[in-house]
């Protein structure tokens, strides 16, 4: 169903309240008219964010290894600093992927994206995320 059942140790993610064994709901998308990007925090909880059933916790996002992002949905600062936090993880993510695409070289000779390259000491143009793969492709790219 829509709602899901906390484990018995989880806490709000910002008052730290006990909610453990209740019944949350997930966080709804921001309404279409607002800047994702920005939190007012002028505002009222419920112009920053949809809430379809208030005073019921409310998962926000998976945080990866700090687990999901949960609040007691009853105080309406600690749904205002998740969101804010939220966003936050969204920029901190755009960031690491931006600076990953910009930074990045693909590979001649398994076509993979990273960081790490070595060039042909030839012609210097050609990078290879390997000693390995520029082995590997060494009489392609010699021919060409």
Known sequence: GFF????SETKCYVCGVD????????QLQIP???N???????????????IRYPEIP??????GKKGLMVTCGVNT?????????????Y????????N???HSQKCEGCLKFGHESHRCSGCRSVRYCSQECLVDDWKVHQTN
Do not use: P
């Open 19 to 26: 909610i453990g064994g209740k019944a949350a709901q997930w």
């Open 32 to 34: 279409v008219d607002q």
């Open 36 to 50: 994702i990007w920005v939190v007012d925090e002028s505002k009222t909880v419920e112009e920053i964010m949809l």
């Open 77 to 89: 600062n600690c749904n205002a600093k998740a969101s804010k936090d939220q966003l936050d993880c």
């Open 58 to 63: 409310i998962i926000f996002e998976n945080q």
């Open 4 to 7: 899901v059942i906390l484990t």
């Open 100 to 102: 990953f695409l910009f």
């Open 91 to 98: 920029i901190m993510g755009t960031k690491t992927n931006l």
